[in-house]
C-alpha cells in the first residue's frame, strides 16, 4: 500500500465511496464521495497527539472489539495514509458540542470540524473490483456452539488479531474472558462453510490452511500447550500446503475427524462434545479456548456495489466471473474486471495471482488504441427500427442507446430516433434481438433470416 | 380460544398431572379444550420402529378426527407432539400419501389443521402478557432450570416452534411467572427415554448428568413438558442419586403446574401431591404457597 500511494502514477483515494458508475469501457464516468475526514490530510504529519490525547474511547473495528481506540484514529499501524479520522458518531466535538482537545493540540493545524463530504466525478477506462469478504455471522446460526454468548469461542480472525504482534494483546494468544493463557485450544473448521443446513454450501478454502497455521501457533507460544482440530475434510491443496499441513500434525497438533455436536461453558472450561469418525466413537475435551473457521462470505453491501457496476452475482452474492475457466477476471461487462475475493473465497496467494491477472488485463486494454471485439454482435436495421426503446430496459450490458437520423419521406426530410448499438459493450447475448418487435435488431451472422433457411435447409 | 384436545396414554397413567393441570390453567387462559372423542395412541416410538406406515396412521386418525371438527390440536406430550406433526408433515407434503392415510385410516384426512405442542398455545397462543394477567403468586427466589428435552424442539422442521439449540419459550415463562429461569447447558440433552428401564448403565447416568447439571447451575427445581422426562427426572432420582453417592432432593414439575400454583391453585389439584420428591416443602420454604390463595380448584 505504501509503494501504491507514493507511486506517481497512481492516485490513492482512501475514505471514500464510489456513488454511481456510468458510461463505458474506455469511458467511464466514476461519481466519488470523498468522506469529510475532518483532518486535512496535506498538513497532517501522522504525529499521533490528537488519537493519544482525545478522551472518547469506542470498540476497535479492526481489533473486533478486543481492544479500544479513540473518537479520532488510524484504524491500524500501517494505515496509509498515515493520517487519522473522527468518527463522527463518537467524537465528543459532534455528538455534545464541545471538546475540541485534538484541534488545540494538532501542532500542524489539521484538524478541521468544519470538512465537509466532497463528490466529484471523473473519468476512467477500466475498472477493477476488488471489494473482499466479510466473514459469515456464525452467532446468527450456530446455537451448538452458543450464538456467541460465550466471550472464549472466538473466530479465526479474532485468533488472528491476538497473535499480531502490534494487536490488542501484544502477541500473545489469551482468553477473552479473564486474559489467561489457554493451555487447551479447540479449532473447529466448516462453521458455516458445507453446511446447506445452516450456513453455505461450498468450501471457503482457506481455513484448512489458516487453522493449521492456528495450531502451529499455540503449539509454538504456549509452553504444554494442546491444538486439537476438528475437521470434516483436510483440504489442502497447493504448492507446499500438503506438507504444511503435515508438519502440524507431526508436530503435536491432534486432527480429530468429526463435526462438534456442542460448546458449552462448564465453569471456567469450555466442554466440547464430538464424534471421531475414524474411531467411531464420542469425543469431550474440556477446552480453555474454542476457535471457529468460519466461512468466507461477500462483503456486506455486496447487493449495492453488484448494482452500481451492474455485475451478475452467484447464489452467494460473490460476483460472476465471464467464465470459470477462461475468463476468471473478467465480467461480463466489459472494462470491468474482479480480483479477490469478492469473485470468490480464496486464500492470499490465489488473490495475489487473480489480481496481477486483473491489472495485466486493464494494461492490455489501454495500452491499445483500438479495441478488438466480439464481431457476434447486435446490430440495428435502421430502416425497420420504429424506435420504440423496448430493446433498451432489455440489454443486460446497457449497450443499447438512441440516436436521430434523417431520413427523406415521401419527399420530405425528417428526423427520427433508433436504436444503436454500442459495439464496445455488446456481449451478443440476442436477448434484444428476440425482444424487438419489428426484428429490427439482429446477431451478426445469427440473422433471422440465417436461422430461417437454416431451419429450412433442416426441415425440408 | 378452542383448541382439540390429544391428551395420550402418559397422561392417563404416569403423567396424569400433566393432564389435571394443563386443563386447569386452560381453562384459566380461556382455552377451551374439545378432547378428541374416543382418541387412541399416538404409536409412540414403538409404531415407527415397527411399521412406517403405522407410525403415521395412528395418529392420523386422532387428527382426522379434530379435523372434522375444524380444530387445531393441543397436545401436551412432547413425544406425541412430534408423532402428530410428522404425519401432519408427510400427509401435507404428499398427495400420495394422503391418499394413502385416509385408506387406512377408513376417512378423510387432508392435515388442514395443525398440531401445536401445549408450551407453545400457552406461551405464543396465549400470550405472556396475559399469562402475566393471571399471576397472584409469583414464584418469587424459585430458581429453575427449563428442560426441554429432545423432541419438544427437535427434529426443527417438524417442531418449528422455538430454537431447536437454545429453546427459550419455557424460560421467558419462568420469568412472566416470577421465577427465575437459570442458564445451564443441559436444556435439550436426552433424558434416556426407555434407556432408563431397559439399559440402566446408559440411562442412569443420562439422567444423573442432567440432574446434575441443574443443580451446578443453582437451580432448586427442573421445568418440563415431557411425561417421559419428568418421570425419568423424578421417579429415578433418589436411584440415580444413591447409585453416584450423591444426594439431589430437586423437585421437577411440569410447566402447568407452576402456572396453576402461579395462579393459585392448591398442590393437591394440581397433582403435586403425587410426585416421587415433594415439590411442596421447597415451594413452602419460598412461601409462595403461604400467599393467601385467591382461587380453589376442586379437580
Redesign the interface.
Known amino acids: 500500500m505504501v509503494a501504491a500511494a507514493q507511486h506517481p502514477n497512481i492516485e490513492l483515494v482512501t475514505y471514500a465511496e464510489v456513488e454511481n458508475v456510468s458510461g463505458y469501457v474506455g469511458n467511464f464516468e466514476v461519481t466519488i464521495r470523498k468522506k469529510a475526514r475532518s483532518v486535512d490530510p496535506a498538513k497532517c504529519t501522522g504525529c499521533g497527539t490528537c488519537w493519544e490525547k482525545c478522551p472518547s474511547k469506542v470498540d476497535s473495528e479492526f481489533d473486533l472489539g478486543l481492544s479500544k481506540r479513540k473518537a479520532i484514529y488510524m484504524p491500524f499501524p500501517q494505515a496509509v495514509p498515515a493520517v487519522p479520522v473522527i468518527d463522527r458518531e463518537h467524537c465528543r466535538q459532534f455528538t455534545k458540542g464541545k471538546c475540541g482537545i485534538c484541534q488545540k493540540l494538532c501542532p500542524a493545524k489539521a484538524v478541521d470540524y468544519e470538512q465537509q463530504d466532497e463528490v466529484y466525478t471523473d473519468k476512467f477506462g477500466a475498472v477493477v473490483v476488488a471489494t473482499g469478504y466479510d466473514l459469515f455471522k456464525w452467532e446468527e446460526a450456530y446455537g451448538e456452539y452458543g450464538y456467541g454468548k460465550f466471550p472464549d469461542v472466538i473466530t479465526g480472525m479474532h485468533f488472528e488479531r491476538m497473535n499480531n504482534a502490534s494487536g490488542p494483546t501484544g502477541g500473545r494468544i489469551v482468553r477473552p474472558s479473564d486474559g489467561k493463557e489457554p493451555k487447551t485450544v479447540v479449532f473447529i473448521k466448516c462453521v458455516g462453510s458445507r453446511d446447506e443446513a445452516k450456513g453455505k454450501s461450498y468450501c471457503s478454502r482457506a481455513c484448512c490452511m489458516y487453522t493449521a497455521k492456528h495450531a502451529h501457533q499455540v503449539i509454538d507460544k504456549i509452553p504444554d500447550a494442546q491444538a486439537i482440530v476438528f475437521y470434516m475434510d483436510i483440504r489442502t491443496p497447493g504448492k507446499a500446503y500438503e506438507e504444511f499441513c503435515q508438519r502440524i500434525i507431526d508436530e503435536g497438533a491432534v486432527y480429530v475427524r468429526g463435526r462438534v455436536s456442542r460448546v458449552f461453558q462448564d465453569g471456567d472450561k469450555l466442554i466440547v462434545r464430538g464424534e471421531d469418525t475414524l474411531l467411531g466413537r464420542q469425543v469431550e475435551v474440556a477446552a480453555d479456548l474454542v476457535v471457529l473457521a468460519t466461512a468466507m462470505v461477500p462483503s456486506e453491501g455486496w447487493e449495492d456495489v453488484a448494482k452500481l457496476v451492474n455485475l451478475s452475482t452467484d447464489k452467494d452474492g460473490f460476483f460472476q466471473e465471464a467464465h470459470p475457466k477462461l475468463r476468471p477476471v473478467e465480467t461480463f461487462t466489459a472494462g470491468v474486471f474482479l480480483a479477490g475475493a469478492c469473485q470468490g473465497p480464496k486464500d492470499i496467494p490465489d488473490t495475489v495471482a487473480q489480481a496481477s491477472g486483473a491489472a495485466v488485463k486493464v494494461c492490455q486494454l489501454l495500452s491499445k488504441d483500438e479495441m478488438d471485439t466480439d464481431p457476434v454482435i447486435a446490430t440495428v436495421d435502421e430502416s425497420l427500427c420504429s424506435g420504440c426503446a423496448m430493446c433498451h430496459p432489455i440489454c443486460p450490458y446497457k449497450a443499447i442507446d438512441f440516436k436521430t437520423i434523417t431520413e427523406r419521406v415521401q419527399g420530405k426530410e425528417i428526423s427520427r430516433q433508433v436504436s444503436a448499438v454500442n459495439s464496445g459493450l455488446c456481449q451478443g447475448c440476442g436477448a434484444c434481438t428476440v425482444a424487438c418487435p419489428s426484428s429490427a435488431l439482429n446477431l451478426r451472422g445469427f440473422t433471422n433470416e440465417q436461422i430461417l433457411a437454416e431451419v429450412d435447409a433442416v426441415c425440408l | 380460544m378452542k383448541y382439540a384436545y390429544y391428551p395420550g396414554c402418559s397422561l392417563e397413567a404416569t403423567g396424569k398431572e400433566y393432564n389435571q393441570s394443563a386443563k386447569i390453567v386452560a381453562r384459566q387462559l380461556g382455552i377451551e379444550l374439545w378432547e378428541i372423542p374416543d382418541w387412541s395412541c399416538c404409536g409412540a416410538t414403538a409404531a415407527h420402529n415397527a411399521d412406517h406406515l403405522l407410525s403415521l396412521a395412528l395418529p392420523a386418525r386422532n387428527l382426522a378426527i379434530a379435523e372434522k371438527e375444524g380444530l387445531d390440536v393441543a397436545v401436551p406430550c412432547a413425544a406425541c407432539f412430534n408423532r402428530l406433526r410428522a404425519v401432519e408433515k408427510e400427509v401435507r407434503e404428499s398427495e400420495t400419501m394422503r391418499a394413502t392415510i385416509s385408506e387406512i385410516i377408513g376417512t378423510e384426512y387432508k392435515a388442514s389443521n395443525t398440531t401445536r405442542c401445549m408450551l407453545d398455545v400457552m406461551v405464543q397462543g396465549v400470550g405472556l402478557e396475559k399469562i402475566r394477567e393471571q399471576v397472584v403468586k409469583p414464584l418469587s427466589g424459585l430458581k429453575l432450570a427449563s428442560y426441554y428435552g429432545c423432541l419438544l424442539v427437535r427434529p426443527p422442521d417438524l417442531t418449528a416452534f422455538d430454537?431447536?439449540?437454545?429453546p427459550v419459550l419455557m424460560d421467558n415463562l419462568i420469568e412472566v411467572l416470577g421465577g427465575e429461569a437459570v442458564k445451564w447447558?443441559y436444556k435439550t440433552e436426552c433424558c434416556g427415554g426407555s434407556l432408563s428401564t431397559v439399559r440402566k448403565d446408559i440411562g442412569f447416568r443420562l439422567i444423573y448428568e442432567i440432574l446434575r447439571r441443574a443443580r451446578d447451575a443453582g437451580a432448586e427445581a427442573i421445568v418440563t413438558a415431557c411425561p417421559l422426562c419428568l418421570l425419568n427426572l423424578d421417579m429415578r432420582q433418589a436411584q440415580v442419586a444413591a447409585a453416584n453417592n450423591d444426594k439431589l432432593n430437586l423437585p421437577i414439575f411440569y410447566f402447568t403446574e407452576l402456572m396453576g400454583v402461579a395462579m393459585g391453585y392448591a398442590p393437591k389439584d394440581l397433582g403435586l401431591t403425587t410426585h416421587f420428591v415433594n415439590p411442596v416443602p421447597l415451594l413452602e420454604a419460598k412461601e409462595i404457597l403461604r400467599h393467601p390463595a385467591t382461587r380453589r380448584e376442586t379437580a
Open positions: 430454537d431447536p439449540e437454545d447447558p
